[in-house]
């Protein structure tokens, strides 16, 4: 296809877009100020909103409670994993926070390969930081089906084992048992892997 070709291509797919958003704005009562608002500075807060909604079928999200009054060894316990990995421990793996705290964890999903970093880098853009392991166990608590359906990843924490090599927790399903395991931070995720992310 030629530049020229693609050009109006765009071109026709923005024009399509537009119309419809018009139409959309004035059954809601709108009118083309509405629209021109998006083109002002006080817009900067409406665009991260649309582009969720745009991406929203590939993220999914769940209320949790982490409670910080509980031990590690606590929250794994709620969890009731077939398996841990035995380096998932208090010593490898710090808790900070204080009560009990509700949040929103969401799960990205890119549908490619993908490395930590570019993970991490994509949540960001969105407004979003990767969870950390106590946010990855009171989601494994709240909703232990999830993890049969795919692997579900916290990249915010991490252990630095004895090759120097940095490994990050992650939920599974194996042998019909649901593991609570470790990953090396450097390899990248198959396409079928879930990214725990709460808001910044």
């Not at 020229?4 to 537009?18: E, N």
């Not at 991260?48 to 999914?60: C, E, F, N």
């Not at 359906?149 to 090759?163: C, H, M």
Request: net charge positive; with cysteine.
């Amino acid at each position: 296809m030629s530049r020229k070709s693609d050009i109006v291509s765009a071109a026709g797919l923005l024009t399509g877009i537009f119309s419809r958003m018009m139409a959309e704005v004035r059954k809601k009562g709108g009118s083309d100020e509405h629209i021109h608002r998006l083109t002002t500075p006080e817009a900067d807060t409406i665009w991260p909103q649309i582009a969720d909604l745009i991406v929203g079928s590939t993220r999914q999200a769940f209320k949790v409670v982490v409670g910080y009054t509980r031990t590690l060894k606590q929250m794994i316990h709620a969890g009731n994993y077939d398996w841990v990995n035995p380096d998932i421990n208090e010593m490898n793996f710090k808790v900070e926070g204080q009560g009990k705290q509700e949040k929103e964890v969401v799960l990205f999903h890119f549908g490619r390969s993908i490395s930590s970093e570019d993970a991490i880098s994509e949540m960001s853009k969105a407004g979003y930081r990767p969870a950390k392991i106590e946010e990855l166990l009171a989601l494994g608590a709240a909703y232990p089906e999830l993890q049969k359906e795919f692997p579900i990843v916290a990249l915010a924490s991490a252990w630095r084992g004895p090759d120097g090599c940095r490994s990050v927790p992650y939920l599974d399903w194996h042998d019909r048992e649901r593991p609570l395991s470790l990953r090396w931070f450097v390899l990248d995720w198959r396409e079928f892997y879930r990214f725990a992310a709460v808001r910044k």
